[in-house]
């Protein structure tokens, strides 16, 4: 089974998106859950995670101040809220666990931030 994302689409600089992500069949409850986003010819890079009990959090430099991740137990979902969106956050963006991915890549779910 491999994670869905979902919540992606197309926003002007400066507005906001909300990812979610879940994986139907699976738990998360046990797993440090990351976020991740891979642009045009550049490698997947580190975007967000969270413990499994939600209580540590850490975010690269890069969003610092502008993303926060965030996750609902009951339901298994891990949410990503975008605000202040730049167009360099345009990219393919993905979940799994962390450190090591323990399911397959799933789709994926596009964001595209215009100028």
């Known amino acids: 089974v491999r994670p869905v994302e979902s919540g992606g689409g197309l926003v002007q600089a400066g507005g906001s998106l909300r990812l979610s992500c879940t994986a139907p069949?699976?738990?998360?409850?046990?797993?440090?859950m990351g976020w991740f986003r891979q642009a045009p010819g550049k490698e997947r890079e580190f975007v967000a995670a969270?413990?499994?009990?939600?209580?540590?959090?850490s975010t690269a430099d890069s969003v610092k101040g502008r993303f926060t991740i965030s996750r609902d137990g009951a339901k298994n979902l891990v949410y990503l809220q975008m605000d202040n969106l730049k167009p360099e956050d345009t990219a393919v963006y993905f979940c799994?666990?962390?450190?090591?991915?323990?399911?397959?890549w799933g789709h994926g779910t596009q964001v595209t931030v215009s100028s």
């Open positions: 799994n666990s962390r450190p090591r991915a323990a399911w397959p």
């Open positions: 069949g699976r738990t998360f409850s046990s797993y440090t």
């Open positions: 969270i413990s499994w009990n939600g209580e540590s959090t």
